[in-house]
């Protein structure tokens, strides 16, 4: 069973590993940095990034989404442990993008007897997914205002990435006014 695998491996040194790899780490991010990503077990971002354990917040869903809940972390993230820019890293074949919203909410309806009060969040377009989120963070007035946010879609595939803009909708007025 996958529950006494992965606690039998916490006891063949597991726990001693992890404990060696944070001894002498600060709470905060040293590169003040939080990565929004999918919860998909292909992907490592800490192998994409070059990352080290103590450098970045990373925040993990189905999709790699903004929700309540991850506004709730990043802005924790952000006033109590001193990150400021966010990555948000979506991905082609994700399973958000095998259903509709709709459809399972009407899914869990007739399994389950009633319909979730939450959204899935689920997406056709990941480059449009994280664009709505790279909007939503922009303008969520409990991030500090000199958040930077980037994202990116990840083709599951080459692993490649490919950045996402967002086009300010005021941009172009100000020039002309
Ligand atoms: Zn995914």
Redesign the pocket.
């Known amino acids: 069973m996958a529950f006494e695998e992965l606690l039998r491996r916490y006891e063949a040194g597991g726990g001693h590993l992890a404990a060696a790899n944070a001894e002498g780490l600060a709470v905060p991010p040293a590169l003040h940095t939080a990565l929004l990503t ?3 077990s292909r ?1 490592d971002v800490f192998a994409l990034f070059g990352m080290q354990l103590g450098e970045v917040h990373v925040l993990r869903n ?3 989404v903004v929700t309540d809940d991850v506004i709730r972390s990043l802005t924790i993230s952000q006033r109590k442990l001193q990150t400021r820019d966010i990555l948000i890293v ?2 082609s ?5 095998t259903f509709t919203d709709d459809d399972f909410s009407e899914e869990l309806a007739h399994e389950v007897g009633m319909r979730p009060s939450w959204r899935t969040h689920a997406f056709r377009d990941p480059g449009v997914s994280v664009r709505r989120d790279m909007a939503q963070l922009r303008h969520d007035p409990f991030l500090v205002p000199e958040t930077r946010v980037r994202g990116f879609v990840l083709d ?1 595939e080459s692993f490649a990435l490919e950045e996402v803009f967002v086009d300010e909708p005021g941009a172009g007025l100000s020039a002309t006014g």
């Open positions: 999918c919860m998909d992907i189905a999709g790699g979506q991905h074949g994700c399973g958000l993008g599951i």
